[in-house]
């Protein structure tokens, strides 16, 4: 069992920057892919990005490319997104997620999921 707890969301306007935080606990951290979906009112919950549980490929949605970065800590047990540059359209719930795969990048990958945390983007 992994236990995911995300910090970090809230109001910044157009342009500004956020980093949200999902501390992990539980099984093995370091054995599990890491990532961050969103589901904005009213639409399904999509890909934002996946950082694998070893070095290698960082994967990001197109929407996210050029202005989110993930990262993560093994020694920490926490995983990273930075955004910035943020759009009206980045509007909605971010839920941290982990998964027992290689590669993280569809919702049916996961195995597990945070609580989720609101971000808003004023215009």
């Known amino acids: 069992q992994v236990q995911l707890v995300e910090s970090g969301g809230g109001l910044v306007q157009a342009g500004g920057s956020l980093r949200l935080s999902c501390a992990a606990s539980?099984?093995?951290?370091?054995?599990?892919?890491m990532g961050w979906f969103r589901q904005a009112p009213g639409k399904e919950r999509e890909f934002v990005g996946s950082?694998?549980?070893?070095?290698?490929?960082?994967y990001y949605a197109d929407s996210a490319k050029g202005r989110f970065t993930i990262s993560r800590d093994n020694a920490k047990n926490t995983v990273y997104l930075q955004m910035k540059s943020l759009k009206p359209e980045d509007t909605a719930v971010y839920y941290c997620?982990?998964?027992?795969?290689?590669?993280?990048?569809?919702?049916?990958?996961?195995?597990?999921w945070g609580q989720g945390t609101q971000v808003t983007v004023s215009s």
């Open positions: 997620a982990a998964g027992n795969v290689a590669v993280m990048t569809k919702v049916s990958s996961v195995a597990y």
């Open positions: 539980g099984r093995t951290f370091s054995s599990y892919a």
């Open positions: 950082v694998p549980w070893r070095v290698g490929y960082i």
